[in-house]
């Protein structure tokens, strides 16, 4: 048999993922994730993330889920690239990101501007997009902590997609305004 210790993750601070994004030769790109809970999401929003060029992952400290195993293994290894970090509170977490330079852009069922209305030259500029969690969707707060909320269209009768294809599609979004 073959025994093995793994270390606990090390999580990034929010903050010092802005200063750290700030000086690549992109846009800052941050995400922040609101009561997603199942690790399999968290993990396939880093594998995104690192797809589309963020820079980090900003997740609450409670009610949310944390760096696992599973997280490991359905981020298909891109927790090497992508830096996750917990907030204490993610709405102070995001309102000092903002105050930082960073425009806040949500992403909820119920809002008023659809993705594809979202401006260009807002996504080109440093960033942090905001997904909640399927069921309920982002806090109160931390809904009102964005500058701007948008919607992704979908067919009649279908209430909400898995966050991670939520964060997909947002991402892939930016990405393709940014280019």
């Known amino acids: 048999g073959l025994v093995l210790t793994v270390p606990p993750y090390e999580y990034a601070d929010p903050e010092q993922l802005l200063t750290n994004s700030f000086g690549s030769p992109h ?27 963020a820079h980090g992952v900003i997740v609450p400290e409670r009610r949310s889920a944390g760096v696992t195993g599973a997280v490991w293994q359905t981020s298909a290894g891109s927790l090497t690239r992508v830096s996750v970090a917990r907030a204490t509170n993610l709405t102070r977490a995001v309102t000092a990101i903002k105050k930082s330079g960073c425009m806040v852009v949500g992403l909820a069922a119920e809002a008023d501007m659809c993705l594809a209305d979202l401006d ?10 905001v997904i909640g969690s399927e069921g309920d969707g982002m806090s109160r707060l931390v ?9 992704i269209p979908m067919a009649r009768g279908q209430e909400s997609l898995n966050a991670s294809v939520a964060a997909g599609i947002l991402l892939y979004a930016v990405a393709e305004l940014r280019s």
Do not use: H, I, K, Q
């Not at 260009?120 to 997009?129: I, K, N, W």
């Not at 809904?143 to 919607?151: I, K, M, Q, T």
């Open 120 to 129: 260009p030259e807002l996504a080109r500029g440093p960033l942090m997009v």
């Open 143 to 151: 809904r009102e902590a964005c500058d701007v909320v948008v919607s």
């Open 27 to 53: 846009a800052p790109l941050l995400v922040a994730l609101d009561g997603v809970t199942d690790p399999r999401n968290l993990g396939a929003v880093v594998r995104s993330a690192a797809a589309f060029g």
